[in-house]
């Protein structure tokens, strides 16, 4: 487990097509809001109650409201990383790190 594509400095990232490619779709297109974060649960067994697991983790899901106030909260901490979907493949770009507002006494 390592740190998202999105918050990875550019010179980390690989430089193959194939890899880049792969990464660009896990970003969801120039319209993807994450950058390639996601969360993937895999249950495997035998006669699973599949529509019952989904009603008690979508009950985990974040409210609109909550999902605002991370918003809100994420921009605090913003990406090392985006991509440029006009070159084939797709390019990381540096994002220029921002100076930490300042607290307040």
Request: glycine share 8%; net charge negative.
């Amino acid at each position: 487990m390592g740190l998202a594509q999105a918050s990875t400095p550019a010179e980390w990232w690989p430089s193959d097509a194939q890899s880049l490619n792969q990464i660009g779709a896990d970003f969801g297109g120039e319209q993807g809001e994450w950058g390639d974060r996601r969360q993937e649960v895999v249950f495997i067994g035998v006669d699973l109650d599949q529509k019952g697991i989904e009603a008690q983790l979508d009950e985990c899901l974040a409210t609109d409201a909550e999902m605002e106030e991370y918003r809100k909260l994420a921009t605090q901490k913003p990406d090392r990383c985006k991509l440029d979907f006009s070159t084939s493949p797709p390019t990381p770009i540096d994002i220029p790190r921002q100076a930490p507002a300042p607290r307040a006494k």
